[in-house]
Nanobody
Framework: QVQLVESGGDLVQPGGSLRLSCAAS????????MAWYRQAPGKQRELVAT???????NYVESVKGRFTIDRFNTKNSVYLHMHRLRPEDTAVYYC?????????WGQGTQVTVAS
């Protein structure tokens, strides 16, 4: 059984930082491209950042320079380091694992940026 379990979401003030974690089980983690998505109320789910098996990364323009994605294959985990958070970063953040047509999602973790 595949599980992706996110953690680290919280209420934070604008300008603050958070680290999201995603722990994977039931997959050969090192084979999967990992990603973080987010969905704000009333909006479509948005791809935030990806990291490939050889650790190439990509980011949506709005988070470049503020967010960093990394992975630790020995821990079957992927992280999203978020800095200089803005109210528009408020969303449920989802972990995603993808290998060809196999795709799995976590349950999401809420990030709220407000003063």
């Amino acid at each position: 059984q595949v599980q992706l379990v996110e953690s680290g979401g919280d209420l934070v003030q604008p300008g603050g930082s958070l680290r999201l974690s995603c722990a994977a089980s039931g997959i050969i983690f090192r084979q999967y491209t990992m990603a973080w998505y987010r969905q704000a109320p009333g909006k479509q789910r948005e791809l935030v950042a990806t990291i490939t098996t050889d650790e190439n990364t990509n980011y949506v323009e709005s988070v470049k320079g503020r967010f960093t994605i990394d992975r630790f294959n020995t821990k079957n985990s992927v992280y999203l380091h978020m800095h200089r958070l803005r109210p528009e970063d408020t969303a449920v953040y989802y972990c995603n694992a993808r290998l060809y047509t196999n795709e799995f999602w976590g349950q999401g973790t809420q990030v709220t940026v407000a003063s």
